[in-house]
């Protein structure tokens, strides 16, 4: 293919111009979240050696989906390509692993091949958007990254584009986040995904919102394979989903995996074989549900909580359940809330060692339990922002643990000029919980 781009695995597109130049998110075998992931389709041969013979790699951020390292390991002679997210973990961690890395600064174009030249904008929850011009041609890979500064960016340069625009990002119906929730009765609490939602109205909201005229689906297509989080299958977003549902006569919701030819306008479907039916133990990734945690396990678990001063504000106490035994460890009492996580022992620690605890949600075989008020809400929404973003996101990814850190962290985000809390379409919540960190606005 002499111009156009491919679709396949997780999140990876593949760009060609003249040849493979950049691929995205190469996740191209192996698993992720402590095993608990694998894609759902393989990646055929023939895209394998398409990122093989690509000079250029672009990672979103730091999930495991996203940031495979055994699939890097096969990539070592690339240039790896990365948003400028606030504290450069990625980039740093990457450069001591002994990869050629190059950070783009948010909002410039960078010409990696005659007809290609790519653009991204980071965004605060430790990801990002990337733009692709090829040959006037605008592709969007949004992966998980939603709007969060993105508005400002597409409103920049969305009107510069007269041919063909698409968009990859996360829609369906919501099971790649924290969903395995339990009341204090041990009952199971059925996420939001349990109500399979049609798809297609989704997209064609999207991309109606945004005046595009083609959707990619993407950073969806994985399944679970341990034993202990089999369950999630349920939750997925089958890859004909995408489908269900949509109207629109102005644009198109394309399948899962497919080569597009720019210069023909031809799209040709990609047949990858399915994975389903895998299964995997805990015990093949190191976890022993049995195992109790040791003596200076708590030590370490107390030294990380410490780390996130918001929690204080906010939170009583937190107990993780390990091996049949509890080690609850108090944040500020006065707040009577709390939340067990159930986990087994290897991978809590690997996660807090690697500060890495969204590895431990999205993976889905660790149980959590909210007791208290969590301000009316349950599940997913009652741990957000508090945990999925303050500790997640900010802290273990962003290295903004306490309150000066959050405002520096917000501060930057800020004078880049794509963010702008005050348009982001953000819930009340997270408005309420940035506040004490953003500056304060001059009275009209």
């Keep these: 293919m002499d111009l156009g781009f491919e679709t396949i695995g997780n999140a990876c597109l593949i760009f060609h111009d003249g040849g493979p130049v950049l691929a995205t998110d190469p996740w191209l075998s192996g698993t992720a979240y402590f095993g608990s992931w694998i894609l759902s389709h393989e990646v055929p041969a023939e895209q394998q050696s398409n990122v093989r013979a690509c000079s250029w790699l ?7 989906d996203h940031l495979s390292l055994p699939s890097l390991e096969q990539l070592r002679d690339k240039t790896i390509l990365l948003p400028d997210h606030h504290g450069g973990r990625v980039a740093r961690d990457l450069r001591e692993l002994g990869f050629r890395v190059q950070v783009m ?5 960078l010409q990696l091949s005659p007809r290609l030249r790519i653009c991204a904008v980071a965004n605060y929850n430790q990801d990002a958007v990337l733009l692709v011009d090829l040959d006037g041609h605008l592709i969007i890979d949004a992966n998980d990254a939603g709007d969060r500064g993105a508005r400002r960016l597409f409103a920049r340069e969305l009107h510069r584009f007269r041919k063909r625009t698409f968009l990859a990002c996360l829609l369906g119906y919501g099971d790649a986040d924290m969903i395995n929730f339990f009341d204090e009765q041990g009952h199971r609490v059925l996420p939001a995904a349990a109500r399979k939602d049609p798809v297609g109205p989704q997209v064609a909201a ?10 990619l689906p993407s950073s969806s297509q994985h399944r679970y394979q341990r034993t202990d989080s089999l369950w999630a299958n349920e939750f997925t977003t ?24 720019l210069r023909r306008d031809d799209c040709s479907c990609i ?13 093949d990734f190191g976890d022993d549900w049995s195992q109790p945690l ?10 990380y909580l410490a780390r996130f001063e918001h929690l204080r504000t906010c939170l009583g106490f937190v107990t993780f359940r390990v091996g049949h035994r509890d080690l609850t460890i108090d944040i500020a009492r006065e707040h009577r809330r709390g939340v067990t996580f159930e986990v087994p022992r290897h991978s809590l620690l690997a996660a807090v060692g690697w500060h890495a605890f969204d590895d431990l949600m999205i993976g889905n075989f660790m149980r959590t339990t909210l007791h208290g008020d969590w301000w009316g809400r349950s599940g997913p929404a009652a741990l957000y922002p508090l945990w999925n973003a303050f500790v997640t996101k900010y802290g273990d990814n962003g290295g903004a643990h306490t309150a000066a850190g959050l405002r520096a962290y917000f501060a930057d985000y800020l004078a880049r000029g794509f963010t ?3 348009l982001d379409p953000a819930d009340p919540a997270l408005a309420a919980a940035l506040q004490p960190y953003l500056p304060a606005v001059p009275p009209a």
């Design 271 to 283: 047949d990858p074989r399915s994975t389903a039916g895998t299964v995997a133990r805990p015990e």
């Design 294 to 303: 040791e003596r200076d396990d708590e030590q370490l678990l107390r030294a």
């Design 58 to 64: 672009w990672i979103s951020h730091g999930h495991p």
């Design 105 to 109: 600064r948010d909002g410039e174009w």
């Design 238 to 261: 089958p890859e004909t989903e995408f489908q269900n549902g949509f109207e629109s006569t102005t644009a198109r919701c394309l399948p899962a995996f497919v080569r597009y030819d």
């Design 420 to 422: 702008d809390f005050a």
């Design 206 to 215: 999207v991309l109606h919102a945004y005046g595009i005229q083609n959707y």
